[in-house]
């Protein structure tokens, strides 16, 4: 098939930027994080995301789709083309990124959540989110039935529907907390009330730790793929202005590591239950 052969050969190529750029243990968490391609990833990293209950960060997901259609349609922004055209053409590119990074169910979860949400601005409707979630599922549902029982369709659902849930009134009894402080955490909360009966299920773990370590983690994670997106444009097109986006990637993606690891020390932050 063509477009699978030309899919796998920008995602060899976007891996191919990273190795030249980065160390080997870097380009391989961040190649799961930019393009779906978790060959190269280090167990032993992937295993101090899973005890701080952040390895959703390891896999694409709305966060990546928010990027990726932020950047675009900034760009798009200086052409001088019709607004409809702009979040036409921002929609088409998301799926083209979901193509590339191998049409996981969390990713076209994630890219027919922002489709729906950037076809609202269209025409000028204003979305419903439990009933963008609910196409998003059936459509999903319609090209393969057996994604019901895939495990990150499980996981990347509920955590949606759990925020779209629960956030408020979890937001109402963090009140007491500062603005910057409570959002984040009223929403790490409810993600994690969702999730916490499936990891048990799949996996027999429960990480409370991570309701407060996906505070600090999630913002790094998002600069590191917004800084991985300017290496991968630089070390194709700009090879001068690679090495500084390069230089500070390591930087941020480093904090995120050592943020990791804190918080995979903390006492009881992780469980292991055997049924």
């Known amino acids: 098939n063509p477009l699978v052969a030309l899919s796998l050969q920008v995602r060899g190529h976007t891996k191919t930027v990273l190795?030249?750029?980065?160390?080997?243990?870097?380009?391989?968490?961040?190649?799961a994080m930019l393009v779906g391609d978790r060959g190269q990833m280090p167990r032993d990293l992937k295993d101090v995301f899973v005890r701080t209950g952040t390895a959703?960060?390891?896999?694409?997901?709305?966060?990546?789709?928010?990027i990726i259609a932020g950047v675009v349609f900034f760009i798009l922004r200086l052409c001088p083309i019709p607004r409809a055209a702009q979040l036409l053409t921002t929609i088409v590119l998301l799926f083209v990124y979901t193509f590339v990074s191998g049409w996981a169910p969390s990713i076209v979860r994630?890219?027919?959540m922002s489709s729906i949400f950037l076809a609202g601005f269209v025409f000028e409707e204003e979305g419903e989110p439990f009933n963008s979630l609910g196409l998003a599922?059936?459509?999903?549902?319609?090209?393969?039935?057996?994604n019901l029982f895939d495990i990150g369709f499980q996981l990347s659902f509920a955590a949606v529907a759990a925020i779209f849930l629960l956030y408020r009134p979890c937001h109402r009894a963090m009140k007491f907390l500062p603005g910057c402080l409570a959002k984040p955490l009223a929403i790490s909360l409810a993600a994690w009330t969702g999730t916490a009966?499936?990891?048990?299920?799949h996996f027999g773990t429960v990480a409370p730790v991570g309701i407060l370590a996906n505070i600090p983690i999630v913002p790094l994670a998002d600069m590191v793929v917004i800084l991985a997106l300017g290496l991968a444009f630089t070390g194709t097109c700009l090879p001068a202005f690679a090495y500084a986006f390069a230089g500070s990637l390591k930087v941020v993606f480093n904090l995120m590591v050592v943020a990791a690891m804190w918080f995979s020390q903390i006492p009881w932050g992780y469980f292991v239950i055997l049924f």
């Open 19 to 31: 190795n030249k750029y980065l160390a080997p243990d870097e380009a391989g968490v961040i190649a």
């Open 56 to 66: 959703h960060i390891l896999a694409i997901s709305g966060m990546n789709m928010a």
């Open 110 to 112: 994630a890219c027919f």
């Open 137 to 146: 599922a059936l459509l999903l549902l319609l090209m393969d039935p057996c």
């Open 197 to 201: 009966g499936l990891f048990l299920y």
